[in-house]
């Protein structure tokens, strides 16, 4: 699943000594959002929390589940919650990583001084003919 950050990402730990992330996602736009309550047990998402930041996108591999709860107006409702075993953010959209044409090392196109969503390649500068 991808989604954005609802809000920064929060470390915790279990009852049993384990740690795991805490956030919310929002997924889909407009009419078609959903919010879904992540717990995330990686140990690479974990290390990094400092950058699961509100806004940031974010892929997440789990178990989905719809769960009730009691609203604080004592209405029943429906969430969504992933037990995620797989978290990262993502690398579409402005988290997107660029490669380099130096080799394999993949370096972000603001740490080499180029606009996001903009390549300094000429393969596709031709006019377009309309």
Known sequence: MFGVLARDAEAKISKTG???????????ADDSVQWVSVLAF?????EAVGKMVTGARVYVEGTLSADKYTGKDGTERLGLTVMSWHCKLSQIGRNKV?????????????ARGEP??????????DEVPF
């Open 18 to 28: 384990k740690q795991y992330l805490r956030f919310t996602l929002r997924v889909g």
């Open 98 to 110: 660029r490669s380099r044409d130096d080799g394999n090392q993949k370096v972000p196109a603001s």
């Open 116 to 125: 996001v969503g903009q390549s300094q390649s000429a393969e596709f500068d």
């Open 42 to 46: 990686d140990p690479a998402a974990i």
